[in-house]
């Protein structure tokens, strides 16, 4: 890649260059798998660069540059997980420091919080980001605040500008988990936050095949102490699952532009069904959240939410008669994928918590997949003439 264009690389190019060199022995154009664990050395601590694969690993590199790039950042950090990145995070703060966490994060991200980390001496807050916060949701003694935006199920806005000049104020870092936005629609680092996670088994490697974490730093200072943490902690990515997440990432523009636009056709036809009492799309007119979604965000991938008009039974139905639509828990793959939080992945939220955060019974979550879009409206189609019978 020339480094001197005096124009920058567009986002849909870098998801394919971003960080990438060629092999320099063979000039492979694919970042090669260096399965291995170790490097050899031509006098004891005389070494290329490369000791050991927990601290550096060429193909685990070339996603990490790949990642920071499309954010923006100054250094991305690769794990065994999202939640394991999540963790990562976590261990850059002092004992006894306050997180402010919103209220609608992914299940793991809660039970890592709440049954793991609050024994560790660091204290959790759950409160409502949503929209533009007052300041008070974030006390002057918060260390971290932790948000997804849009949340995972009921794909809630919260004003991320907004909440970072807070952050700065009070001298908190922000952390932004932009697994179900991707950076292809939105970047958290260019908005003021110090942290992104991503869970990369979801839409960045795309293909269902992977599970994977990644952080991005925006400062080279804070990368720094992440590419600590990651060493000393432990919890990298393997050379395949890097490979395999780097070569997701070269089809994310054009998966992201087809998502949206598949998405964009189901929500239609969801918001003008006479049974479905509410869809939940932040790029959608209707939708709550949709000003705030417009400010920062340039579109929006295949997660819709909705409620069907009907009792847990029916709801369930619909979920069990899908062709297309696997009924799976995850998102972010090529496949269409349906299923039913109340039952599935919000199942351990007490059903009273469940409904006073607006997951009915009648809730369902479409991860929207990159199939012939009218096969997947027939598909929705038959499946809701089945319940009824
Ligand atoms: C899946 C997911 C995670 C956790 O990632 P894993 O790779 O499963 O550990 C975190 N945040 C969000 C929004 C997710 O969807």
Not at 130 to 154: F, K, R, Y
Not at 259 to 282: F, G, I, S, T
Request: proline share 5%; hydrophobic share 45%; with cysteine.
């Amino acid at each position: 890649m020339s480094e001197s264009n005096e124009r920058p690389d567009a986002l849909a190019t870098r998801a394919i260059h971003g960080g990438q060199h060629h092999e320099p022995v063979t000039g492979a154009v694919m970042q090669p798998v260096f399965q291995t664990s170790t490097y050899a050395q031509t006098w004891p601590a005389r070494h290329t660069g490369y000791e050991y694969s927990r601290t550096q690993n060429p193909t685990r590199e070339a996603l990490e540059r790949c990642v920071a790039s499309l954010e923006e950042g100054a250094e991305g950090i690769a794990f065994g997980s999202g939640l394991a990145a999540t963790e990562a995070v976590l261990h850059l703060l002092p004992p006894g420091a306050h997180v402010i966490c919103g209220d609608d994060v992914y299940g793991g991200t809660y039970r890592l919080f709440t049954k793991v980390m609050a024994h560790r001496n660091l204290r959790f807050t759950f409160v409502d980001l949503t929209g533009t916060p007052a300041d008070d949701a974030i006390p002057a003694d918060a260390d971290l605040v932790w948000l997804e935006s849009p949340t995972n199920p009921l794909l809630k806005v919260a004003d991320i500008a907004a909440i970072a000049a807070r952050c700065k104020a009070v001298g908190a870092l922000l952390a932004v988990d932009n697994t179900f936005a991707t950076p292809v629609f939105q970047r958290p680092l260019t908005l003021g936050a110090d942290l992104v996670v991503h869970s990369t088994t979801k839409y960045l490697n795309g293909h269902s095949d992977v599970v994977g974490g990644v952080a991005v730093a925006r400062t080279a200072a804070l990368g720094e102490r992440m590419h600590f943490i990651q060493n000393a902690v432990g919890a990298v990515c393997g050379p395949w699952d890097a490979f395999l997440v780097l070569r997701g990432i070269k089809t994310l523009a054009v998966r992201m532009a087809r998502h949206q636009d598949n998405a964009r056709q189901v929500v239609d036809w969801l918001v003008r069904h006479p049974e479905v009492k509410r869809v939940h799309y932040p790029m959608w007119e209707g939708d709550p959240g949709h000003a705030v979604a417009s400010r920062q965000m340039s579109g929006f991938g295949g997660m819709i939410s909705f409620v069907l008009d009907a009792d847990l039974a029916r709801a369930e139905k619909v979920c069990a008669s899908t062709r297309l639509f696997t009924l799976a828990e995850s998102l972010g793959g090529v496949e269409s994928l349906i299923e039913l939080p109340a039952s599935m992945t919000h199942a351990s939220v007490p059903e009273a918590d469940r409904r006073a955060r607006g997951i009915e019974d009648g809730l369902i979550r479409l991860s929207v997949g990159i199939e012939d879009v009218g096969d997947l409206l027939a598909d929705l189609e038959s499946a809701f003439a089945a319940s009824r019978s």
